[in-house]
C-alpha cells in the first residue's frame, strides 16, 4: 500500500506507560502505522534538559519501549529507536540554532512553564529544547506530527524554523511539517481533578498488575457530593464514570448510568467492575510486556536496528543540509 506520507512522533523516556499515555499518544502511534510510514522516537536527550541524574535513563527508556511494543507499536512496519542512537541529531539541533531568535524561545508559554517548575536549573538546553524538537522533526522529513494541543506552540515553532532555514540557504533542504492533534479525551488522575501524571502521583500504569490495578482504582474519587451509600450519585462529574466509558460495554455503562442516578449502585462495586474492566483489557497487552522482559537485549538490538535505518534517511537530509550551508 502506498503510505500517505511520514509521521514522526517522540516522547520522553518517562518509564512505565500510564492510561493517559496510552489513550492520549501510545494508542494512535498504533493506528497511525496503517495508512503512515511511522517514526517513533525516544527522546532521551531532550529528557537531559530536566534530569539531575541519569541514574534511571537507560531503563526508564527500556521501560517505555516496552508499553509501546507490547501496545503494538511494530519495529518492523515502523522505525523505533533512541535518540542518541542517531549523532546527526545533534549537528541538525547547532544548525538549526543559528536560525533561531532567541526571543522566540524565552516567548514559548512551554519555556515559561518549565522555568516556574525547575527554577534553579535553567540551561541553556532547556531553552533550546523546541530546537531540538524541530531537528527531530525536520531530520527524518516527516510530513505530519501527531500531539496533543500543548505540543502546538511548538510545532507552529517548527515550521517557522524550517521556513528560516530555507529561506536564508536559499533551499527546500527542509519539509515543513503538520500537526496531527489527537483528539482523545483527556484522562484525569485518580484524584479526579488533574490530568493523569506520574509526577503527580495519580496515574495508572497499563503494565501494573492487576491487583495494582484494582487497589487504585478503589481509591478514585468520585462525585464528591455522594457521601452516603444511599445518596444517588451523578455519573456526569464521576471519573470513574469517564473511565467506564472506555472499558466497559455500551449495555453496562448504561446501566451503571442510571443505577448510580437512583443509588442502586455503590461506587464500591461500580469501581470493582471498573477495575475487572480494564484488567481484561490489558491482559493481551501485560502478556506480550512479558515476553519482551525476558531479555532486554533483545530490545535493544532491535533499538539499534530502528536507529540504523533513522540514520540512513537522517544522512540523507544532512547531506543535502550541509550542501545547502556550503559546508565542507
Ligand atoms: N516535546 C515533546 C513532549 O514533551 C517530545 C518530543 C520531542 C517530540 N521531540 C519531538 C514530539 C518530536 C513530537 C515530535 O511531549
Same mark, same amino acid.
Given at each position: 500500500m502506498v503510505k500517505k506520507g511520514r509521521v514522526f512522533s517522540g516522547?520522553? &523516556?518517562?518509564?512505565?506507560?500510564?492510561?493517559?499515555?496510552?489513550?492520549?499518544?501510545?494508542?494512535?502511534?498504533?493506528?497511525?502505522?496503517?495508512?503512515?510510514?511511522?517514526?517513533?522516537?525516544?527522546?532521551?536527550?531532550?529528557?537531559l534538559t530536566t534530569l539531575?541524574?541519569?541514574?534511571?535513563?537507560?531503563?526508564?527508556?527500556?521501560?517505555? #519501549?516496552?508499553d509501546w511494543l507490547a501496545a503494538g507499536i511494530d519495529p518492523v512496519k515502523s522505525i523505533v529507536f533512541v535518540q542518541s542512537m542517531v549523532r546527526q541529531i545533534t549537528e541538525l539541533h547547532t544548525i538549526l540554532s543559528m536560525v533561531t531568535p532567541l526571543g522566540k524561545l524565552t516567548d514559548l508559554p512551554t519555556f515559561k512553564e518549565k522555568v516556574r517548575e525547575n527554577p534553579h536549573n535553567i540551561n541553556y538546553g532547556l531553552v533550546g529544547y523546541p530546537v531540538l524538537m524541530s531537528a527531530d522533526i525536520v531530520l527524518y522529513k516527516s510530513?505530519?506530527?501527531?500531539v496533543g494541543i500543548d505540543q502546538s506552540p511548538h510545532i507552529e515553532f517548527a515550521r517557522e524554523t524550517?521556513?528560516?532555514?530555507?529561506?536564508?540557504?536559499?533551499?527546500?533542504?527542509?519539509?515543513? &511539517?503538520?500537526?496531527?492533534?489527537?483528539?482523545?479525551? %483527556?484522562?484525569?488522575?485518580?484524584?479526579?481533578v488533574n490530568k493523569m501524571s506520574k509526577s503527580l502521583n495519580n496515574d495508572i500504569e497499563i503494565a501494573a498488575t492487576p491487583e495494582e490495578t484494582t487497589k487504585l482504582v478503589m481509591q478514585m474519587v468520585?462525585?464528591?457530593?455522594?457521601?452516603?451509600?444511599?445518596?444517588?450519585?451523578? &455519573?456526569?462529574?464521576?471519573?470513574?464514570?469517564?473511565?467506564?466509558?472506555?472499558f466497559t460495554s455500551p449495555e453496562q455503562v448504561a446501566s451503571i448510568n442510571s443505577e448510580c442516578r437512583r443509588a442502586g449502585i455503590?461506587?464500591?462495586?461500580?469501581? %470493582?467492575?471498573? #477495575? #475487572?474492566?480494564?484488567?481484561?483489557?490489558?491482559? &493481551?497487552?501485560r502478556a506480550r510486556r512479558m515476553e519482551f522482559q525476558k531479555d532486554p537485549d533483545v530490545t535493544w538490538d532491535m533499538l539499534r536496528d530502528g536507529a540504523k535505518r533513522a540514520s540512513v534517511i537522517a544522512e540523507t537530509t544532512m547531506v543535502e543540509v550541509r550542501k545547502a550551508i556550503d559546508l565542507p
Open positions: 516522547a520522553r &523516556p518517562t518509564g512505565r506507560q500510564h492510561l493517559g499515555n496510552y489513550f492520549g499518544a501510545i494508542s494512535n502511534y498504533v493506528a497511525l502505522q496503517e495508512e503512515y510510514d511511522c517514526v517513533y522516537c525516544i527522546v532521551d536527550l531532550h529528557a539531575e541524574s541519569t541514574r534511571d535513563l537507560r531503563k526508564n527508556t527500556l521501560e517505555m #519501549a516496552w510530513n505530519f506530527v501527531p524550517v521556513r528560516s532555514f530555507n529561506f536564508r540557504y536559499n533551499t527546500n533542504a527542509l519539509i515543513e &511539517p503538520q500537526a496531527k492533534f489527537t483528539s482523545f479525551p %483527556k484522562i484525569m488522575g485518580i484524584d479526579g468520585t462525585d464528591p457530593q455522594r457521601q452516603r451509600r444511599s445518596d444517588p450519585g451523578n &455519573p456526569d462529574v464521576c471519573n470513574v464514570f469517564s473511565l467506564h466509558k472506555i455503590g461506587c464500591v462495586d461500580c469501581k %470493582k467492575m471498573l #477495575a #475487572a474492566n480494564m484488567n481484561d483489557y490489558f491482559t &493481551p497487552l
